[in-house]
């Protein structure tokens, strides 16, 4: 068998795959998501890397047999600061985390942001290791004169069970990588003002870092081949099987990942999203991962006293146009950052009564992630097929109105966990092992309804014109009381 894992943002998942690419069992554990303050999230490394040691072990226990390779794959963005031995010199900070916002609104006003996309492809966003650094070096200079590196998730992991210090072109990429050479950028880092950083920055394998396990805690026989990369968004494109050029693949997760398939670099339009390096030479990914996700209809759902398993329901009971209510879901601490970036965006709920019922609000919340995710896929240059997975698209009910919206078919997947089969397929490919056609990804298909998609196209230019007309708003903030001790 062959494992991958992935390392999300709350759970650590590892499942294991046959030889004909059929998952054959599956552990996971969670991981706990810290708010030290107003806008920040972090989590610990060290409680991270065990989580994988766990979900391995438990999962090789229950199978009983040994794995061939054992591949990574990870949240991405954040900043994870380690040691020389891949050990934190604090706690890593989220992909979710804000407290960079001033510095980027700084970089956006001056023009930093903009040369920064021009270089690399990448619109920075709070969360990204750019601004994130440059606040570290801000609040903690001391921290990052002690780290040896800035690395990602999914490399951290790596370090600590292999030794190896490197990441791949998919974590790389954002946001100092050149797509064209896959190499750092001194002109990107100097415009940060992070020239002085850039040996934090981890060497880059084009497809992927390879090492031999030495940590025998994981059950697995020591000198098993390990591999990182790419990290959750590639590898669920590549897992989910989303591979000619401009076909998409939809996540409906924490994070409303949309990316395309390209072969092309236009960075000299409006500056958004991010250009994500593949393992296949000359084809990358335009991924517009919008912070409005499966957490803003948790948060609504929690606000109306419902829970996931009530949606369909909920959904029902409201027809589509959820009855004139309407939602803006931006509700990220961090602001947006695709298809715009704007740190200040919030969300709004507009067109409530007295009549309006919970149904409502769930189902206008996901309307309007729906055209969050149509405004993601067009800006990103969608041309083609789409693909849907995720937990949103466990919801058939909620899947139906992102057919609509789109007024695409979709087709969702039959393999549960994409990314970490995306893992294993990499690291196959990259060994030279192969897959053969029975690991292509098997789809069903969910048809657009013509009328309900006809109505939805008013909606959805109705929900440009209500994104557009809140940004000036969103500059305008109402003032609010502090916590004391917020920094």
Not at 85 to 94: N, Q
Not at 455 to 478: I, N, Q, T, V
Request: aromatic fraction near 6%.
């Amino acid at each position: 068998m062959d494992v991958g894992v992935d390392v999300g943002t709350t759970v650590t998942k590892a499942v294991a795959f046959d030889e004909a690419g059929r998952q054959i069992a599956e552990a996971s554990r969670p991981t706990r998501l810290v708010r030290p303050g107003p806008g920040r999230f972090e989590q610990d490394s060290a409680e991270v890397v065990a989580s994988v040691n766990e979900v391995v072990s438990e999962l090789v226990a229950s199978v009983g047999a040994t794995a061939g390779l054992l591949a990574i794959t990870a949240q991405g963005d954040g900043l994870w600061l380690v040691d020389s031995d891949g050990r934190p010199v604090r706690p890593a900070i989220s992909w979710l985390d804000a407290r960079s916002s001033g510095i980027l609104e700084r970089w956006t006003a001056d023009g930093v942001a903009e040369q920064v996309f021009r270089r690399s492809g990448n619109r920075m966003f709070p969360g990204a290791s750019g601004p994130l650094l440059a606040a570290v070096l801000a609040e903690e200079p001391d921290t990052l004169r002690s780290a040896a590196t800035a690395a990602y998730c999914k490399d951290v992991v790596m370090q600590r069970l292999t030794g190896v210090r490197a990441t791949d072109v998919s974590d790389g990429s954002a946001p100092f990588l050149d797509p064209r050479t896959n190499t750092y950028d001194a002109e990107a880092l100097s415009a940060c003002g992070l020239t002085d950083w850039a040996h934090l920055l981890a060497p880059v394998v084009a497809d992927g870092p390879i090492g031999e396990l030495r940590d025998p805690s994981l059950g697995l026989a020591l000198g098993t081949r390990v591999s990182a990369g790419p990290y959750d968004l590639p590898a669920a494109a590549l897992g989910a099987g989303v591979s000619e050029v401009g076909d998409a693949l939809l996540t409906v997760g924490t994070t409303l990942a949309c990316q395309v398939v390209t072969r092309e670099l236009p960075v000299d339009g409006e500056p958004a999203g991010l250009f994500l390096g593949t393992w296949t030479p000359g084809v990358w990914l335009r991924a517009m991962p919008a912070m409005v996700g499966t957490a803003a209809l948790d948060r609504v759902l929690a606000l109306v006293g419902a829970g996931v398993a009530q949606l369909p329901a909920l959904l029902a009971e409201s027809p589509a146009g959820a009855n004139g209510v309407t939602v803006l879901p931006y509700l990220s601490e961090a602001g947006e950052r695709a298809p715009f970036v704007d740190t200040r965006a919030r969300g709004t709920i507009d067109g409530i009564s007295l009549s309006t019922t919970q149904a409502d609000l769930v189902r206008a919340t996901c309307e309007g992630i729906a055209y969050a995710a149509r405004h993601c896929l067009e800006a990103a240059g969608w041309t083609g097929r789409v693909t849907v997975c995720g937990g949103g698209a466990n919801s058939q009910e909620w899947t139906q109105i992102l057919a609509d919206v789109l007024n695409s078919p979709l087709h969702t997947t039959e393999a549960s966990q994409v990314a970490a089969r995306g893992a294993v397929l990499g690291a196959r490919l990259a060994a030279g092992m192969g897959a053969g056609p029975e690991w292509i990804a098997e789809t069903r298909q969910i048809d657009p309804d013509p009328s309900r998609a006809a109505f939805y196209d008013e909606g959805y230019a109705h929900h440009l014109r209500r994104s557009e007309a809140a940004r000036p708003r969103w500059a305008d903030p109402a003032p609010v009381v502090q916590p004391s001790g917020a920094r």
